[in-house]
């Protein structure tokens, strides 16, 4: 026998929204090349599923960027630290240019915009997609690895804004 849920009242959607608020995320920002060109967002829900393969996931809603992510073969996640604030910034901002002469990005060989300044720049093959509500979740096998060798502090996202976590690096150092 089946069990049908009801769908959630409004005020579970609100309450849903105010305790992701207050739950600290890390911060990535992922590209892929499209049809007019390289596309990036800031995603703040990338979670590591599993390690042999290893796969992540992450869920993109709305946009022509998010639209190109869902739709891509291949993608690079980008992880940030402290030290792409403003990268981060740009990429959350649908109004602010992208991949700029200033930005220190390039192409891949195999196609995908890499940023050169991540710590964590991870090349994905997407394996999964999954339409909920208004969102896409999608799973990525990883392929490549560049890793960025420096000693930026975390960067999170909480309460619909960026901290990086600083103070707690200096004090346990």
Do not use: K
């Amino acid at each position: 026998m089946t069990h049908h849920n009801p769908l959630p009242s409004p005020a579970v959607g609100e309450l849903f929204r105010s305790a992701f608020r207050a739950h600290p995320a890390g911060v990535a920002i992922v590209t892929a090349s499209g049809p007019e060109g390289a596309v990036g967002l800031t995603a703040s829900s990338v979670a590591s599923v599993a390690v042999d393969p290893p796969t992540l996931a992450f869920s993109v809603t709305g946009g022509r960027s998010a639209s190109v992510i869902a739709a891509a073969q291949s993608i690079v996640v980008h992880l940030v630290g402290a030290g792409q604030l403003e990268l981060a910034r740009t990429f959350a901002d649908p109004a602010a240019p992208r991949f700029t002469q200033d930005m220190d990005w390039g192409l891949l060989p195999t196609g995908e915009p890499l940023l050169r300044e991540a710590q964590w720049a991870l090349r994905c093959d997407i394996i999964h997609r999954a339409p909920l509500g208004g969102s896409v979740l999608l799973a990525a096998t990883v392929l490549d690895i560049r890793a960025n060798p420096g000693a930026s502090a975390p960067l999170v996202y909480h309460n619909r804004e960026f901290h990086t976590l600083l103070e707690t690096a200096q004090a346990m150092g």
